[in-house]
């Protein structure tokens, strides 16, 4: 009897074990759009274990009708490339889903005949807690511009994870209504949670963009710059390509 009952509760031991649900994956950052074009935007965010089933839908309204899948992992990047210049989208991680959000390409602008960009930099908010970065971000996102460029020292350090942390939950409304481009600054350390955190055209150290009439052109002055360097070599050959009527360069 006592050997029944030892099995019994062994038996009933794994089977809790076995029917214990995994744990359900959180999205712990984003999402928000990166390297915005003309036909296509990127979709990033960051999910708090490994998912293998990853996705954005997308469409016209909040009811989709398109969806876009990608790899699995815990930082997602899935690039979309609608027909139409601007909608709404979600993302969903192994069943788990955002919030619905609105894209706009940059194509969007010609609809409209106008486009807004703010450019700000050095947020770095060690000295008063985060404070005025956080009052800039929400001022920056209450102009509702179509993209952001922040111009560099977002952080002060940025070999540190809990300072991006800080960061991203500062500008969260900021990037999930507005495209935010991101340049290396001396504080960023060339630090590589910078290049998890933005998706950007090249090679993300110096690059450009098209919106509208304006062609961005993005430099590195923390590298090589001189007459025979890559980066030089590569600014000649991108002003010279590029046929738009005004040409900013930061």
Request: aromatic share 14%; with cysteine; proline share 5%.
């Amino acid at each position: 009897m006592k050997k029944g009952i030892e099995k019994g509760l062994v038996f009933g031991i794994m089977l809790l074990f076995a029917v214990t649900p995994a744990s359900q994956p959180e999205i712990v950052t984003g999402p928000y759009t990166q390297n915005v074009t003309d036909g296509t935007i990127t979709i990033v965010w960051e999910t708090n274990i490994p998912t293998s089933n990853n996705s954005v839908e997308y469409g016209k309204n909040n009811s989709y009708g398109y969806i876009k899948y990608g790899p699995a992992g815990t930082h997602h990047e899935i690039t979309i490339c609608p027909s139409f210049t601007s909608g709404h989208y979600k993302v969903v991680s192994d069943g788990t889903k955002s919030n619905d959000f609105e894209f706009k390409l940059a194509s969007h602008c010609y609809d409209t005949k106008k486009f807004k960009c703010v450019i700000l930099g050095d947020s770095r908010g060690i000295w008063d807690n985060w404070n005025h970065a956080t009052q800039i971000a929400n001022a920056v996102n209450a102009e509702s511009p179509d993209f952001v460029i922040h111009g560099g020292d977002m952080i002060d350090d940025g070999t540190v994870q809990t300072q991006w942390d800080i960061w991203l939950e500062l500008m969260a409304p900021l990037m999930k209504n507005s495209t935010v481009f991101g340049i290396l600054g001396n504080h960023e350390r060339n630090g590589s949670r910078y290049y998890e955190i933005f998706s950007l055209p090249h090679n993300e150290m110096w690059y450009s963009f098209d919106y509208g009439p304006c062609h961005f052109t993005i430099l590195n002055q923390y590298v090589s710059w001189g007459v025979n360097s890559p980066q030089y070599k590569w600014l000649e050959n991108d002003l010279s390509s590029t046929h738009k009527p005004f040409k900013i360069v930061c």
